[in-house]
């Protein structure tokens, strides 16, 4: 039976395999999603021609109804995979309102598998291969140092010969062990990708509370993939298929980790802004139950299951696995997360969040010795999270973001008797997708990641229709400000997180913030001749920057011990209000005023624990919120320079003013998104829209909503994808 010919194509640094299903970089493999290849495999094959929107969508979604958008994801994912750009040149040109062309040069490779041989005996050995192995012996013999033996002047006897020949092979054979025993280990690389999940959507990974952005993470007992979406504990099979949520009796869980015997999730259940009570959930159905008194935002189980590792403020506690005897175990400075110990029993790794954002790995023996950074100076500034184990303790995995790009990269740890490990990290993923979040297959074979690309359309809510609509040509953007005349907006770019301004239109568009500075909560001077805005620079603390609305250099107007959090204009334009702290603890978070003119900074009385300030059209009232089990919205009064309690035991986020100052709109997320009015002469609270089942993208301080000048919600639908793949790798 005849070998079946393959079909390769070859352009630029590029090699694709349609049978492999393989895109190859320079021999690397470059990961994409099913649909990604299958589209890139579409535009090679027809090289040259256009192909209608149209007829792509037939081609790679068949009997299936997609939106174009997908198309145009899709296309943007291989843009980024190529090195292309957003808007391609080289490979992928786009003609408008029509479809797209795969404009490189391609080269057409048949390959039946076949490849040259050499036919002999079995066993022989040819005369050239005899003369060569002589060769060899004779110019050893003369050369390698370790002999110190003269060239005979006269023919040496054959079993002279072949004692030399021996010997030197002898050599050859120590030095190539001693090479292999020396040497470098190989690097671990990605052959394949199988995408788990399939819905692209609603897998929320994350959940964020105070301003602190919790990981989910993908654990397996073997079978199964088990993860957080929508803050339920949800499972799939690790082959892939449809998505089944765990049964239990309350929401808001965050996954910890899964028992040694893959039988219990460990979980924090997100009673409060900063902490959470610790439960043990059921992986094959069953209730839920309380870990005693614990409280803490992550927990991981020792090895053999006998005790916990949980953590609570910027400390580690070890803890029975039953809830009794806590002890302190290693405190940070910082806010640590996601601990993981390795397979042993020897040390425990885990993520720590210093005060201004960052991100880094750190390790701590189990007799909690020595706790230090991982990886210092390796990422400047750090930027790692998340890391596991292989179950034999080989690998550690962890992501990495760089360039605002999150992939994933490995370290050996343990090795055989003949090879030595490295701590040096190796990348195993590039593009398209950013990825998150590694996990590891029990039989080491797989590793599951999260795959994710971001993508927004702003959108306004429709209280008549009750359905969100496309706002100002649905814009991937969030925290829109509106001018006091509404002829200019100010508005950050998603994902990227830069600063712009505009007018409503989309004339006279202008980026104000560049570099690596990621901006949020842009609010225009009553003037209009300015914008004040949050912004964090890679390592540094979120600030308050005042920028011309024309344009310039972001002018920060605070030092840097203490971060600062959703600046806001007083009606007259010459003082700032805005949220502030030194560190993560609730207590320490307050309110504070900034006069423009003199540059004084003053704390309001009675503001601690408190955030997200707004003042009132008049300027007589400053509206502000806290969070945790007390869930209260208050009201400042400039005049008498006291607190009013408007609202308890209700959630209410994001406290926004109507135009008339009559009422003061705010965000519940209990039981689904909802927006609520609250009326500040008669405290009447009324529901104004349910916003479950929407999509909504989670920003850096989770769903931003936003509002019109009419005082209509605005909100970012979430357009991205977001799914579980299987990486198969290949491990040295």
């Given at each position: 039976?005849?070998?079946?010919?393959?079909?390769?194509?070859?352009?630029?640094p590029?090699?694709l395999d349609?049978?492999?299903?393989l895109?190859?970089?320079?021999?690397?493999?470059v990961p994409?999603?099913?649909?990604a290849?299958?589209?890139?495999?579409?535009?090679?094959e027809?090289?040259?021609?256009?192909?209608?929107?149209?007829?792509?969508?037939?081609?790679?979604?068949?009997?299936?109804?997609?939106?174009?958008a997908?198309?145009?994801?899709n296309?943007?994912?291989?843009?980024?995979?190529?090195?292309?750009g957003?808007?391609?040149?080289?490979?992928i040109?786009?003609?408008?309102?029509?479809?797209y062309?795969f404009?490189?040069?391609v080269?057409?490779?048949?390959d039946?598998?076949?490849?040259p041989t050499?036919?002999?005996k079995?066993?022989?050995l040819?005369?050239l291969?005899?003369?060569?192995?002589?060769?060899?012996?004779?110019?050893l013999?003369?050369?390698h140092?370790?002999?110190?033996?003269?060239?005979?002047?006269?023919?040496?006897?054959?079993?002279?010969?072949g004692a030399?020949?021996?010997l030197?092979?002898?050599?050859?054979?120590?030095?190539?062990?001693?090479?292999f025993?020396?040497?470098?280990?190989l690097?671990?690389?990605v052959?394949?990708?199988?995408?788990?999940?399939?819905?692209?959507?609603?897998?929320?990974f994350y959940?964020?509370?105070?301003?602190?952005?919790?990981?989910?993470?993908v654990?397996t007992?073997?079978?199964?993939?088990?993860?957080?979406?929508?803050?339920?504990?949800t499972?799939?099979?690790?082959?892939?298929?449809?998505?089944?949520?765990l049964?239990?009796?309350?929401?808001?869980?965050?996954?910890?980790d899964?028992s040694?015997?893959?039988s219990?999730l460990?979980?924090?259940?997100?009673?409060?802004?900063?902490?959470?009570?610790l439960?043990v959930?059921?992986?094959?159905?069953g209730a839920p139950r309380?870990?005693?008194?614990?409280v803490?935002h992550?927990?991981?189980?020792t090895?053999?299951?006998k005790?916990?590792?949980?953590v609570?403020?910027?400390?580690?506690?070890?803890?029975?696995?039953?809830?009794?005897?806590s002890?302190?175990?290693?405190?940070?400075?910082g806010?640590?997360y996601?601990?993981?110990?390795a397979?042993d029993?020897?040390?425990?790794?885990?993520?720590?969040?210093n005060?201004?954002g960052?991100?880094?790995?750190?390790?701590v023996?189990?007799d909690s010795?020595?706790?230090?950074?991982?990886?210092?100076?390796?990422?400047?500034?750090?930027n790692e999270c998340?890391?596991?184990?292989?179950a034999?303790?080989?690998?550690?995995?962890?992501?990495?973001?760089?360039?605002?790009?999150?992939?994933?990269?490995?370290t050996?740890e343990?090795t055989?008797?003949?090879?030595r490990?490295s701590?040096e990290?190796?990348?195993?993923?590039?593009?398209?997708?950013?990825y998150?979040?590694?996990?590891?297959?029990?039989?080491?074979?797989?590793?599951?990641?999260?795959?994710?690309?971001?993508?927004?359309?702003?959108?306004?809510?429709?209280?008549?229709?009750?359905q969100?609509?496309?706002y100002l040509?649905?814009?991937s953007?969030?925290?829109l400000?509106?001018?006091?005349?509404?002829?200019?907006?100010?508005?950050?770019?998603?994902p990227?997180?830069?600063?712009?301004?505009?007018?409503?239109?989309?004339?006279?568009?202008?980026?104000?913030?560049?570099s690596?500075?990621r901006?949020?909560?842009?609010?225009?001077?009553?003037?209009?001749?300015?914008?004040?805005?949050m912004?964090?620079t890679?390592?540094?603390?979120?600030?308050?920057?005042?920028?011309?609305?024309?344009g310039g250099t972001?002018?920060?107007?605070?030092?840097?011990?203490?971060?600062?959090?959703d600046?806001g204009?007083?009606?007259?334009g010459?003082?700032l209000?805005f949220?502030a702290?030194?560190n993560r603890?609730?207590?320490?978070?307050?309110i504070?005023?900034?006069?423009?003119?003199?540059?004084?900074?003053?704390?309001l009385p009675?503001?601690?624990?408190?955030?997200?300030?707004r003042?009132?059209?008049?300027?007589r009232?400053?509206?502000?919120?806290?969070?945790?089990?007390q869930?209260?919205?208050?009201l400042?009064d400039?005049?008498?320079?006291k607190?009013?309690?408007?609202?308890?035991?209700?959630?209410a986020s994001?406290?926004?003013?109507?135009r008339?100052?009559?009422?003061?709109y705010?965000v519940?997320s209990?039981?689904?998104?909802r927006?609520?009015?609250?009326?500040?002469g008669?405290?009447?609270?009324?529901?104004c829209?349910?916003?479950?089942g929407?999509r909504?993208?989670?920003?850096?301080?989770?769903?931003?909503?936003g509002?019109?000048?009419d005082?209509?919600?605005l909100m970012?639908?979430?357009?991205?994808t977001?799914?579980?793949?299987?990486?198969?790798?290949?491990i040295?």
């Amino acid at each position: 039976m005849g070998l079946q010919t393959k079909h390769i194509y070859e352009f630029g640094p590029f090699r694709l395999d349609a049978a492999e299903h393989l895109l190859l970089r320079d021999g690397e493999a470059v990961p994409l999603t099913p649909k990604a290849f299958d589209l890139l495999l579409a535009l090679v094959e027809r090289h040259g021609h256009l192909l209608e929107k149209d007829e792509l969508l037939k081609k790679v979604w068949p009997d299936t109804f997609v939106e174009e958008a997908n198309l145009a994801s899709n296309i943007s994912q291989l843009r980024k995979a190529l090195g292309d750009g957003e808007n391609g040149h080289r490979y992928i040109e786009t003609a408008p309102k029509r479809g797209y062309r795969f404009v490189a040069n391609v080269k057409k490779v048949e390959d039946d598998g076949a490849g040259p041989t050499i036919q002999e005996k079995p066993g022989s050995l040819s005369t050239l291969a005899k003369h060569e192995q002589e060769a060899n012996a004779d110019a050893l013999i003369t050369s390698h140092p370790a002999l110190k033996l003269e060239r005979p002047a006269i023919k040496v006897k054959y079993y002279q010969r072949g004692a030399l020949i021996a010997l030197a092979a002898l050599i050859l054979s120590t030095g190539g062990l001693a090479y292999f025993v020396l040497r470098s280990p190989l690097a671990p690389k990605v052959m394949a990708s199988v995408q788990i999940t399939t819905s692209g959507r609603g897998k929320s990974f994350y959940l964020t509370t105070g301003g602190f952005r919790m990981s989910s993470p993908v654990v397996t007992d073997g079978p199964r993939l088990f993860f957080t979406q929508g803050a339920v504990p949800t499972q799939v099979s690790s082959t892939g298929g449809e998505t089944v949520t765990l049964a239990s009796s309350f929401s808001r869980f965050i996954i910890g980790d899964i028992s040694p015997d893959r039988s219990e999730l460990l979980v924090s259940r997100a009673d409060d802004e900063f902490e959470g009570t610790l439960w043990v959930l059921p992986v094959l159905g069953g209730a839920p139950r309380r870990l005693g008194a614990l409280v803490g935002h992550d927990a991981t189980w020792t090895p053999d299951g006998k005790q916990i590792v949980y953590v609570n403020g910027s400390a580690l506690y070890r803890a029975k696995s039953d809830g009794t005897e806590s002890r302190k175990f290693v405190t940070v400075d910082g806010r640590p997360y996601w601990p993981r110990w390795a397979p042993d029993g020897s040390r425990l790794r885990f993520t720590v969040q210093n005060p201004a954002g960052s991100d880094s790995l750190w390790e701590v023996a189990a007799d909690s010795a020595n706790p230090h950074p991982l990886l210092p100076g390796w990422n400047n500034p750090a930027n790692e999270c998340c890391g596991n184990w292989t179950a034999d303790g080989r690998y550690f995995f962890f992501q990495s973001t760089r360039n605002r790009s999150t992939n994933i990269w490995a370290t050996r740890e343990q090795t055989g008797l003949f090879q030595r490990g490295s701590q040096e990290p190796v990348q195993l993923t590039i593009g398209p997708l950013n990825y998150y979040f590694p996990a590891p297959s029990l039989d080491g074979k797989k590793l599951f990641v999260v795959g994710e690309q971001k993508r927004g359309e702003l959108s306004r809510y429709d209280a008549k229709k009750r359905q969100l609509v496309s706002y100002l040509g649905g814009i991937s953007a969030e925290y829109l400000d509106f001018s006091r005349d509404g002829e200019w907006i100010a508005y950050v770019n998603y994902p990227e997180g830069s600063l712009w301004r505009s007018k409503v239109g989309g004339e006279e568009r202008r980026q104000l913030s560049f570099s690596q500075m990621r901006a949020a909560l842009p609010r225009w001077s009553p003037d209009g001749k300015q914008i004040v805005f949050m912004a964090s620079t890679p390592g540094k603390r979120w600030k308050t920057y005042l920028i011309s609305a024309d344009g310039g250099t972001p002018q920060q107007l605070m030092p840097d011990e203490r971060s600062e959090y959703d600046p806001g204009w007083s009606p007259d334009g010459n003082t700032l209000v805005f949220a502030a702290r030194t560190n993560r603890e609730l207590s320490d978070l307050a309110i504070y005023l900034f006069e423009m003119g003199t540059r004084q900074l003053s704390k309001l009385p009675g503001s601690e624990g408190l955030y997200s300030p707004r003042w009132s059209p008049d300027g007589r009232y400053i509206a502000a919120h806290n969070g945790g089990l007390q869930n209260r919205l208050l009201l400042f009064d400039i005049t008498t320079q006291k607190w009013t309690e408007l609202l308890a035991g209700q959630q209410a986020s994001g406290p926004h003013w109507s135009r008339d100052g009559k009422y003061i709109y705010f965000v519940s997320s209990d039981g689904g998104e909802r927006i609520f009015r609250l009326g500040i002469g008669d405290r009447k609270v009324e529901l104004c829209a349910s916003l479950k089942g929407f999509r909504l993208a989670q920003s850096v301080f989770g769903i931003w909503f936003g509002w019109t000048p009419d005082d209509q919600p605005l909100m970012l639908r979430d357009e991205g994808t977001q799914d579980i793949y299987a990486l198969e790798w290949q491990i040295p």
